[in-house]
C-alpha cells in the first residue's frame, strides 16, 4: 500500500507545481493587458511613427512589381515599407506590434519547457528576468521595424531549436524554413544577425559535443545559411535590380564602428529629444554587473553549457556591433531573448558528489536571489518607459489647458516667439525641440514646457538657469502644469 505521508508529498508538489503555473499565467497576462492598452491608444504617437506613416502615404505605385521592388529606406529592410504601405492603418500596425512583443516571452517559455523540460519555478525565474527588463516594456516607435524583426528572427530559432531537438522529420525543410526567417529579420534590421550566430554556434557547438557526423552538421549548415540568404533577398528585392541603391541606403543610415563607444553601448544613459530613452544595457536591458553574475551562474548551474556559450558569443558580438557613435537603446533587443535563457535548474543530484551539490544549491540562490534583485532594481526603469507614454496621453488628453495657459503668455509678451516643448501630438502645439531657442540665439522667445518634457535633461537645465539671476532664461511662471520661461539672447550675439 502507498503510504499516506508519500501521498501528502505527491499532493504538495502538485498544488507547488500549479501554482508556479498560474503565477506564469497570471503575469503574461497582466504584461499582455498592459501593453495591449498602451499600445492601441493610438493618438500617442512618437514622431519617428508619424513620419513613417507619412512616408508610405506619399509613396505612389504603377503596379505591384515596383512595390515588391522598393527601395530600402532609412536602412531598414524593404520588406519593413512594404509590409507598412500594404497595412497602413497604425491600429492595425500597433496591434501586430503588440502581437510581437508578447510572443517574445512565450517563446523562452516554449523552449525552456517543451525542449528542455525546465521545472517551472524556473520558468517562472525567466518570466521575472525578461519583464524586469525595461526593453521588454517598449513604448517607442512601436510601429518601427524592431518589434517586427525581432519576432521573425525569434521564430527562425525556435524552428531551428525544435528541429534540433527534437529530430522530426522532413528536418532539412525546416532547417530551410527557419533560415528565410532569421534572414528576413536581418534584411530588415542588419543587427538582427545576432540570432544566427546564437543558433549556429548553438548547434555547431552542440554537435561537435555529441560527436555528430560532421557531413550532417555540413548539410544543416548549407541549408540553413541558403534559407538566411533567400530571406535576406527577400526582404530586399532591389538587390536584384540595384544593389548600389541598396548599399547607398544602407551605409547613408549608418555610422562606423569603433571600439571607443563600447562603454557606451552598456553605461550610456540618454533621454531622446522626443522623450524616448535610449541608454545603454545598464538602463534599457539590465545592469552590466548583474549580468555577468547571471552569466557565471549559468556557466556553473547549466546542464548543457553550450546554451551560456552561444549565448555569451551572441550577447558580445551585438554589443561590438552596436559600438558606434549612434547607437540606440532598442538596438539591444535581442538580449530580451537570449539572457532568460540563461536561467536553468542545477543540474539532478545523483550526478554530483555532496560536496558538488551543496556549491549547485548555493549558487541556485544566489541566482534566484540575483534576479529578484534585478527585478527591484530596475522597476524604477520599467515604470519610466510605461509613463513616458502614459504622460503623453495625459497631455493629449489635458491640451485643452495647455492651449489656454500658452495663449494668455502670447498675448502677454507678443514680441517673444512661442516654442513650446510640451509633448507629441497636441493639436495646435507642434513640438519644437530642434528650433529656438536652441538652434538660434538670436530671437528673444517664450519657452514652454510640460512636466514630461522636463525628463529630457537639457529641458531640465533651461529651467533651472532661469531661476538664476543675469541669466538669457528667466522664470515667468508655473500654471495647469506648464512651466514658462523667457530667452532673451545675450548681447553680445
Known amino acids: 500500500m502507498i503510504s499516506f505521508n508519500k501521498i501528502c508529498e505527491k499532493i504538495k508538489f502538485i498544488n507547488k507545481d500549479k501554482t508556479f503555473k498560474y503565477v506564469v499565467i497570471l503575469l503574461l497576462i497582466l504584461y499582455s493587458l498592459s501593453l495591449l492598452i498602451i499600445y492601441c491608444i493610438t493618438k500617442a504617437k512618437v514622431p519617428d511613427e508619424i513620419w513613417f506613416l507619412n512616408l508610405v502615404k506619399k509613396l505612389s505605385f504603377n503596379n505591384y512589381k515596383e512595390v515588391l521592388f522598393m527601395q530600402n529606406y532609412l536602412g531598414y529592410g524593404a520588406l519593413y515599407w512594404i509590409f507598412l504601405y500594404t497595412v497602413k492603418k497604425i491600429i492595425w500596425l500597433r496591434l501586430i506590434a503588440w502581437v510581437c512583443i508578447v510572443l517574445a516571452p512565450v517563446s523562452?517559455?516554449?523552449?525552456?519547457?517543451?525542449?528542455?523540460?525546465?521545472?517551472?519555478?524556473?520558468?517562472?525565474?525567466?518570466?521575472?528576468?525578461?519583464?524586469?527588463?525595461?526593453?521588454?516594456?517598449?513604448?517607442?516607435?512601436?510601429?518601427?521595424?524592431?518589434?517586427?524583426?525581432?519576432m521573425l528572427a525569434i521564430a527562425g530559432c525556435v524552428l531551428a531549436l525544435y528541429v534540433y531537438t527534437k529530430k522530426v522529420r522532413l528536418s532539412y525543410i525546416l532547417y530551410l524554413l527557419a533560415g528565410i526567417l532569421l534572414g528576413l529579420s536581418v534584411g530588415i534590421k542588419l543587427y538582427n544577425i545576432t540570432f544566427c550566430l546564437f543558433i549556429g554556434s548553438y548547434i555547431l557547438l552542440s554537435d561537435l559535443k555529441n560527436k555528430i557526423n560532421f557531413l550532417n552538421t555540413f548539410k544543416k549548415a548549407i541549408i540553413t545559411s541558403v534559407g538566411a540568404i533567400t530571406g535576406f533577398i527577400l526582404s530586399n528585392l532591389i538587390i536584384l535590380t540595384s544593389v548600389s541603391t541598396f548599399i547607398f541606403n544602407l551605409k547613408k543610415y549608418s555610422t562606423p564602428f569603433n571600439i571607443k563607444y563600447f562603454s557606451n553601448v552598456i553605461f550610456k544613459k540618454y533621454i531622446e529629444w522626443d522623450l524616448l530613452s535610449s541608454g545603454g544595457l545598464n538602463h534599457f536591458i539590465i545592469p552590466f554587473y548583474i549580468l555577468l553574475v547571471i552569466f557565471i551562474l549559468s556557466f556553473i548551474l547549466h546542464k548543457n553549457k553550450i546554451m551560456p556559450v552561444s549565448i555569451f558569443i551572441s550577447t558580445l558580438f551585438l554589443i561590438i556591433m552596436c559600438s558606434r557613435s549612434r547607437f540606440l537603446g532598442w538596438y539591444l533587443m535581442p538580449l530580451t531573448f537570449f539572457l532568460p535563457l540563461l536561467i536553468t535548474p542545477p543540474p539532478p543530484r545523483s550526478q554530483q558528489h555532496t560536496s558538488q551539490n551543496n556549491f549547485n544549491k548555493i549558487c541556485n540562490y544566489i541566482l534566484i536571489i540575483t534576479v529578484l534583485l534585478n527585478a527591484l532594481i530596475m522597476s524604477p526603469k520599467v515604470y519610466a518607459q510605461l509613463s513616458t507614454k502614459i504622460k503623453t496621453m495625459i497631455n493629449i488628453k489635458n491640451q485643452e489647458k495647455y492651449i489656454a495657459v500658452t495663449k494668455k503668455y502670447n498675448e502677454i509678451y507678443k514680441d517673444y516667439k512661442p516654442v513650446y516643448v510640451l509633448d507629441m501630438g497636441l493639436k495646435s502645439l507642434p513640438y519644437m525641440h530642434f528650433l529656438p531657442p536652441r538652434f538660434n540665439g538670436k530671437k528673444k522667445a517664450i519657452v514652454y514646457f510640460s512636466e514630461h518634457a522636463k525628463d529630457h535633461k537639457?529641458?531640465?537645465?533651461?529651467?533651472?538657469?532661469?531661476?538664476?539671476?543675469?541669466?538669457?532664461?528667466?522664470?515667468?511662471?508655473?500654471?495647469?502644469?506648464?512651466?514658462?520661461?523667457?530667452?532673451?539672447?545675450?548681447?553680445?550675439?
Not at 131 to 141: D, H, M, R
Not at 458 to 487: C, R, W
Open 108 to 150: 523562452v517559455i516554449f523552449i525552456q519547457k517543451k525542449l528542455f523540460d525546465f521545472p517551472l519555478k524556473y520558468i517562472l525565474l525567466s518570466v521575472i528576468l525578461y519583464l524586469s527588463f525595461p526593453c521588454a516594456w517598449f513604448t517607442g516607435k512601436i510601429i518601427g521595424p524592431e518589434l517586427y524583426s525581432n
Open 458 to 493: 537639457m529641458h531640465g537645465n533651461i529651467i533651472k538657469a532661469s531661476m538664476t539671476p543675469n541669466n538669457q532664461y528667466k522664470f515667468v511662471t508655473k500654471e495647469d502644469g506648464v512651466t514658462v520661461v523667457l530667452f532673451t539672447p545675450q548681447k553680445n550675439n
